[in-house]
């Protein structure tokens, strides 16, 4: 699948030191390829991957961070913008607000309307009314009315009418005078485009003048999905997506061809049959979910605020030259406690989590650290073999803590010293997996 691609890809980049054009041309070229096995289109995908090179090439990677784990944020940023960026809420005025429902049979159409009026009802406090203008079925009329009593919202149908128009015009009459706040239509959808679909839901649309028209697509159907989309946004100039099934085996794909082709945000998504199974879309959430890459973003986000490139050079500089002391294990630790919670952090790195599980990350680990360092003079903490029994003895007393706890910290710090002179950084994801050890 396509997370699985993407693992792939950027796993070229590990071990290099630095984003440069040659190691991000074979990666990218892996995220293009796995774009377009999510059902991207072509153009679409080899826009992007032009975008994220240009922005790529000639960052500066942190000597904390992977170059990989700095492109696989790039690409995060990229598809999020794709996607439409922030959230796009959806628009409740009007009263009652008129939301109509457009979309092929099968889509979910009938489905999302009951979520949307259970979601109105419990979350926006609304008196939503389900309106029910598919009426080639029996059957259709009778699903609305299951759906409706499920959630406790009242359903809107007139059987003997044939006349889709007629009946939501009604049934906003309805809601007016019983003070339903929400009308939601749905309508019927055919297997495939045509024009008598078409003829009716536009009819509906201008008769009505929804304050949101929102066209209902399953999320499996990949690339047609792009061609309904672009066909129902010609007649209806629709107001927002809602993409369905997302729950199964799906192509985050259609999102991304969507928003690229319709220009048209995705408002929420479905995930499953439920009626409480809706989602607000969140443009970065769905980067993620496509990319699979954990917490990963947040992590080098977190560490991108929080890390003073130069005072990682610095350190580097004098672990090379043997100077490195206690104050520059002080601020380290310091560095890594302002990323945030210890076992958020090591939560955030993937693969880590299951490891670690049952090892016990205090979060005050660091306090009696702390305390040993801050009782050692300037001079010990920056030679420490002058440290001998006596003067431990006296760090102990001063500190609060007993000597082994000294003499195991002095350990510590020996043996990190030369860890870090063996790893090439000194900076947070190598403090941690010392911290871990
Ligand atoms: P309509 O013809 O557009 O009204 O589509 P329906 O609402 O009747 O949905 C068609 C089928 O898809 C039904 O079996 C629904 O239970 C199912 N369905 C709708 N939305 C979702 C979803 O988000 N996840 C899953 N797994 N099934 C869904
Ligand atoms: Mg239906």
């Given at each position: 699948n396509l997370s699985d691609k993407l693992d792939k890809a950027f796993h070229i980049l590990k071990g290099h030191g630095k984003i440069t054009e040659v190691n991000v041309a074979e990666t990218l070229k892996e995220v293009r390829r796995a774009l377009l096995d999510a059902d991207v289109n072509f153009k679409i995908a080899k826009d992007f991957t032009t975008k994220v090179k240009e922005k790529a090439i000639g960052q500066n990677v942190l000597?904390?961070?992977?170059p990989g784990q700095l492109l696989v944020k790039i690409v995060k940023d990229e598809l999020t913008e794709l996607m439409g960026g922030d959230v796009a809420g959806i628009n409740l005025s009007g009263n009652p607000t008129v939301i109509l429902m457009s979309g092929l049979?099968?889509?979910g159409k009938t489905t999302f309307s009951g979520k949307l009026a259970n979601y109105l009802q419990t979350k926006k406090n609304k008196k939503p009314l389900l309106v029910a203008?598919?009426?080639?079925?029996?059957a259709a009329i009778q699903q609305l009315y299951v759906v409706g009593d499920s959630i406790a919202v009242e359903v809107y149908s007139e059987?003997?009418?044939?006349?889709p128009v007629e009946i939501a015009q009604n049934a906003i009459k309805h809601a007016k005078a019983n003070g339903f706040n929400v009308v939601i239509v749905d309508t019927a959808g055919r297997l495939a485009v045509d024009e008598a679909m078409m003829t009716e839901i536009s009819n509906v649309h201008k008769a009505i003048q929804p304050h949101e028209t929102l066209f209902v697509v399953d999320s499996m159907t990949g690339q047609d999905a792009v061609n309904t989309a672009k066909a129902f946004n010609d007649r209806l100039n629709f107001d927002g997506v809602i993409l369905t099934k997302l729950d199964g085996d799906t192509r985050g794909g259609a999102a991304i061809s969507i928003k690229s082709v319709v220009n048209k945000p995705i408002k929420f998504v479905g995930t499953g049959e439920k009626m409480d199974a809706i989602d607000v879309f969140y443009p970065s959430r769905m980067a993620e979910r496509i990319l699979g890459m954990g917490d990963v973003v947040s992590l080098v986000e977190r560490a991108q605020e929080q890390f003073d490139e130069e005072e990682a050079r610095k350190i580097q500089k004098k672990i090379a030259k043997n100077e490195f002391g206690f104050d520059d294990f002080l601020s380290q630790i310091q560095q890594v406690k302002k990323m945030g919670n210890m076992k958020d952090l090591v939560g955030m790195i993937p693969g880590a989590t299951k490891a670690m599980k049952d090892v016990e990350i205090e979060d005050d680990a660091f306090k009696s650290i702390e305390a040993i360092i801050h009782s050692m003079t300037p001079k010990e903490r920056s030679k420490?073999?002058?440290?001998d029994v006596k003067r431990k003895a006296r760090i102990a007393k001063g500190s609060g803590t007993k000597i082994e706890q000294v003499n195991q910290l002095m350990k510590q710090f020996e043996q990190m010293s030369k860890m870090m002179k063996i790893m090439q950084g000194p900076g947070g994801k190598n403090m941690m997996k010392m911290m871990g050890n």
């Open positions: 000597t904390t961070l992977q049979q099968g889509s203008c598919d009426i080639y079925r029996p059987p003997e009418n044939k006349n420490p073999v002058i440290i």
